[in-house]
C-alpha cells in the first residue's frame, strides 16, 4: 500500500484501470467516517459512486480472537467494526442484492487499496425526503418490511463475492459491553462530571449483564447495524423491500433482531415520535408470530437504552475528543431516546442508576 501523500494518484490510477479515467469527480458530502464519497458523471451514462476508504483504521476484529486479544487490538476489535474495509462492503452488498435487497451494485473494487466503484442509488436519503415534507409513514413501513423480510433470512457464517470474503461476526458481549464501558469513559469528560466511582462502576455492570447476555443469546439475525433515515433511499420505481436503497453496511454482525429497530426508531439525527415507533413496531411483530411479542418488547426497549448510552459516548468523543462541536445538536434528542426507553417498569433499577450518577444538567 501506498502512502497517504500519493493517495490522490492511486485514486486516479484506480479509475483509470477501470476505463473511468475521463469521468468527472464530484465530491459527496462525508460524516463521521474515514470514509470518502465522490459522483463520477459521465457523458450520456448513467452516474456511479467512487468510494475511498483509506487504510487508517485499526484492524478489525479476527474471527477467531479471544476477548482479552480484542481488547489487547483496539475499539474496532472490540466493537467488531469491519475498520472501513472494503471487501466488507463488498461481500456484504453481494449478499444483500442474492437476497433481493436493493445495495449498490458493484461496478469494480480493489480491496487492498481501499477503493470501490457503486451503482448510484440516487440522492433521495429518507432524511431528506422526510425534511421536505415527504409523508413518513409509507417510508418507515417499507423500511419495517425490509427488517422483517431480512430476518427471515439465515444469514450465513462468511459473507462472499467477486473474490471478497467477510465474517459476520456475533454481536457478543463484549461488543455490547464496550459502548458502554466507553459511555462510562467519556460522558465525565464531555459534561464536565467526576469520574465515576468504583461503586457506580461495578453497579452498572451488574444492571447491564443480564441484558447483554439476553442480546448476545438472541442473535440470530442479521444486523445492517447503522440502520437509520440518513441510510436508507427511497427507490419507489423499484418493488417490495427493493424500494428501500441501503447503505454503509460494512459493519454488519449477526446480532438481535431488536438491535436495527433501536437504530431506526431512536435516530439520533431526527425525531421520531413514539406514535411511529409504536406503530414500527406492531408492523414487525405483526409479520414475525414466531416472535413473543412481550419478551420482544421489553429486549428492544433494554437494549435501546444500551444503545443510546453507546451513541452518546460517541458523540462525546466526537466533542470533547476530536474537537467536533456539532455533534452536540444530537445529544438531548438521543437523551430523550434513552430517558423513554428507562421508563419501562423492567428498567427502573437503570433509570435510577441515571438519575444518582449522572444529574439532569450533565444530561445536555
Not at 413496531?281 to 420482544?296: G, P, V
Amino acid at each position: 500500500m501506498r502512502l497517504s501523500s500519493d493517495r490522490e494518484g492511486q485514486k486516479a490510477e484506480f479509475l483509470a484501470r477501470h476505463g473511468l479515467a475521463d469521468a468527472e469527480r464530484v465530491p459527496l458530502a462525508g460524516d463521521a467516517s474515514t470514509r470518502r464519497y465522490e459522483r463520477l458523471k459521465r457523458p450520456g451514462k448513467a452516474s456511479l459512486i467512487f468510494m475511498d476508504q483509506p487504510p487508517v483504521e485499526s484492524a478489525p476484529c479476527p474471527p477467531e480472537a479471544t476477548p482479552d486479544q480484542r481488547r489487547l487490538a483496539g475499539y474496532n476489535a472490540m466493537a467488531r467494526l469491519a475498520a472501513g474495509r472494503v471487501d466488507a462492503f463488498v461481500a456484504t452488498a453481494e449478499w444483500l442484492r442474492g437476497q433481493g435487497f436493493s445495495a449498490p451494485e458493484i461496478v469494480a473494487h480493489e480491496a487492498g487499496e481501499g477503493l470501490a466503484v457503486l451503482e448510484d442509488l440516487g440522492d433521495d436519503l429518507y432524511a431528506r425526503l422526510i425534511e421536505g415534507g415527504t409523508d413518513e409513514a409509507p417510508l418507515y413501513e417499507a423500511a419495517v418490511d425490509v427488517l422483517a423480510q431480512l430476518h427471515r433470512a439465515s444469514p450465513p457464517p462468511v459473507l462472499e463475492a467477486q473474490g471478497a470474503s467477510w465474517p459476520l461476526l456475533t454481536y457478543d458481549d463484549l461488543a455490547l459491553r464496550t459502548g458502554g464501558e466507553m459511555f462510562l469513559e467519556w460522558w465525565p469528560k464531555y459534561a464536565g462530571l467526576p469520574p465515576f466511582s468504583e461503586d457506580a462502576v461495578a453497579e452498572w455492570e451488574d444492571l447491564w449483564a443480564p441484558i447483554r447476555a439476553r442480546g448476545e443469546a438472541e442473535a440470530r439475525v442479521f444486523c445492517h447495524r447503522d440502520y437509520h433515515a440518513e441510510n436508507l433511499l427511497w427507490l419507489p420505481l423499484r418493488k417490495d423491500v427493493a424500494r428501500v436503497g441501503l447503505l454503509d453496511f460494512q459493519d454488519a454482525v449477526r446480532a438481535h433482531p431488536a438491535w436495527d429497530f433501536s437504530m431506526l426508531l431512536h435516530d439520533a439525527r431526527r425525531d421520531v415520535s413514539a406514535e411511529r415507533e409504536t406503530a414500527a413496531l406492531e408492523r414487525y411483530l405483526a409479520q414475525r408470530d414466531d416472535l413473543d411479542r412481550e419478551t420482544f418488547l421489553a429486549d428492544y426497549r433494554a437494549l435501546g437504552a444500551l444503545n443510546s448510552a453507546r451513541i452518546l459516548f460517541i458523540f462525546a468523543r466526537q466533542v470533547a475528543g476530536y474537537g467536533r462541536p456539532r455533534y452536540e445538536a444530537f445529544m438531548p434528542r438521543t437523551w430523550r431516546y434513552l430517558n423513554r426507553c428507562l421508563q419501562a417498569p423492567e428498567l427502573k433499577p437503570i433509570k435510577a442508576w441515571f438519575d444518582r450518577h449522572v444529574p439532569a444538567e450533565a444530561r445536555r
